[in-house]
């Protein structure tokens, strides 16, 4: 049987997004049926994970398909984050894939508080840049597209606060090595904060001027106004600040 080259490639990327969700799940960067990956079809298709899966035994056939609407093409029903992966598609023209996984060190850092965009190693601003912290939001619900377009707009990792991460690349494997540089770095630096109690002291991160150098070094412009900073405090510590001000201005004035 003759196969045409679009048929070759969606076997292709089929096969591409079950042998990463298998590395993804053996390496620990989730839980067997945590987080979700998808691939551009052509023009105005994906191809991604179903619902619910084991990601160690995902087969092609299991995958689901939609168009960049959302529109559901296939019957294997598509992960409830799939309103993410329509947000990267939309924002950028040059990512073909996006991953969304749990990394277990990077996750615990955000959550006790570490700032992720700080640079301790050099390489990270040759993997992706900055990893940027969105605001929190609800997972899975309407929301999650509105709030993560504009970081996805410009950073290629970004933090999900007590969730997970997003990935953007030009390709499955662009996306994978830069979620895993980012969880490898996050690991790094925990053990080096670990130990450093012991030794030195607490790691600092490098100075902005050598962060501009790396960016140079590595062709990479650091994104800037009017895209969204890298550190964002969530909506709810926002307004809990706001509350203790006010608390604060009214017994000052009393
Ligand atoms: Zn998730």
Redesign the pocket.
């Known amino acids: 049987m003759v196969m045409r080259a679009d048929q070759t490639s969606e076997r292709a990327l089929r096969q591409a997004i079950c042998e990463t969700a298998r590395v993804i799940w053996s390496r620990g960067l989730?839980a067997a049926a945590?987080?979700?990956l998808s691939v551009r079809l052509g023009s105005n298709r994906i191809i991604t994970t179903p619902s619910g899966c084991h990601k160690g035994r995902l087969t092609p056939q299991q995958l689901a398909m939609t168009d960049l609407s959302g529109k559901v093409l296939s019957r294997a029903k598509p992960s409830s984050?799939l309103a993410l992966h329509l947000a990267a598609y939309a924002e950028r023209p040059d990512v073909h894939a996006v991953i969304?996984?749990?990394p277990p060190m990077a996750t615990a850092y955000e959550l006790a508080g570490g700032a992720l965009s700080e640079v301790f190693v050099s390489e990270v601003i040759f993997a992706f840049g900055q990893v940027a912290t969105a605001p929190y939001v609800t997972?899975t619900t309407a929301d999650v597209g509105r709030v993560l377009a504009p970081y996805l707009k410009c950073y290629d990792v970004v933090m999900?606060p007590r969730?997970?991460v997003v990935t953007l690349g030009e390709d499955l494997d662009q996306a994978f090595i830069r979620l895993d540089a980012m969880e490898h770095t996050a690991r790094i630096v925990t053990f080096a904060q670990l130990l450093g109690a012991r030794f030195q002291g607490s790691p600092k991160p490098l100075p902005d001027d050598e962060v501009q150098r790396l960016y140079s070094a590595a062709g990479r412009n650091p994104s800037s106004a009017p895209c969204p900073p890298l550190e964002r405090k969530s909506s709810d510590e926002e307004r809990l600040v706001a509350a203790v001000l006010d608390e604060l201005k009214r017994g000052s004035m009393s």
């Open positions: 989730g945590d987080g979700n984050e969304h996984a749990h997972p999900m969730h997970g």
